[in-house]
């Protein structure tokens, strides 16, 4: 497992470094203090999750996550900050960022966080998801019962396959109510689907 972390404080990337290691026995973790040894890097390796400091010193953490999704657009990216700004929150995952790690999270809630992530979910906490205002009504009451069954399971942040396996419905099955979930809330991703399901408490 390739991770690469970004953050340009060394002694917090020493203590980090231990801590993934309990992510798997493969683990390997390259490094950079900046987004431009950061690009390099993610130019020339397959990363299976990038770790993205929200202030680097030479460029923003918004518009360094732009440029990750230019340069690897399926890499699932995770913000790490000590910010609960709504604001900063709400424009990392509208820039697709699928996880959201305060830094203050003890080693063992952070492993399982990512842990969901790399299964394919998200990691935003609730309390962070309820400081994210909501910005236009949705159409909730439109949803089919079995939507509405795997809305509430995206939000909480359970794969397609473990929505499959919980409901016993084929992987297919659960893509085409998603596609569904999305046309009808008018919504593109699955953290903004998940933000609505929080925001009208689905």
Not at 93 to 100: E, F, I, M, R
Not at 180 to 187: D, N, R, T
């Amino acid at each position: 497992m390739d991770i690469l972390l970004i953050d340009d404080h060394s002694l917090f990337r020493e203590g980090l470094k231990y801590a993934l290691l309990k992510l798997s026995d493969d683990v390997k973790i390259f490094e950079a203090g900046n987004c431009t040894d950061a690009f390099v890097y993610a130019r020339k390796n397959d990363f299976d999750i990038i770790l993205l400091d929200i202030k680097l010193p030479d460029m923003s953490g918004i518009k360094a996550l732009k440029k990750f999704r230019s340069i690897t657009p399926v890499t699932p990216i995770v913000i790490l900050t000590a910010s609960e700004e709504s604001y900063i929150i709400k424009q990392a995952l509208d820039n697709g960022a699928v996880g959201y790690i305060h830094k203050s999270l003890t080693t063992n809630v952070m492993i399982k966080a990512l842990k969901l992530v790399l299964g394919g979910g998200r990691y935003i906490p609730k309390h962070i998801l309820k400081k994210l205002p909501p910005d236009k009504i949705y159409n909730i009451s439109d949803l089919t019962k079995r939507q509405m069954q795997i809305l509430k399971l995206l939000k909480q942040g359970q794969s397609n396959k473990e929505i499959a396996e919980q409901l016993k419905i084929a992987d297919n099955t659960v893509r085409v109510h998603i596609s569904g979930i999305f046309q009808v809330l008018g919504v593109s991703n699955r953290t903004e689907a998940a933000l609505v399901a929080l925001q009208e408490e689905v």
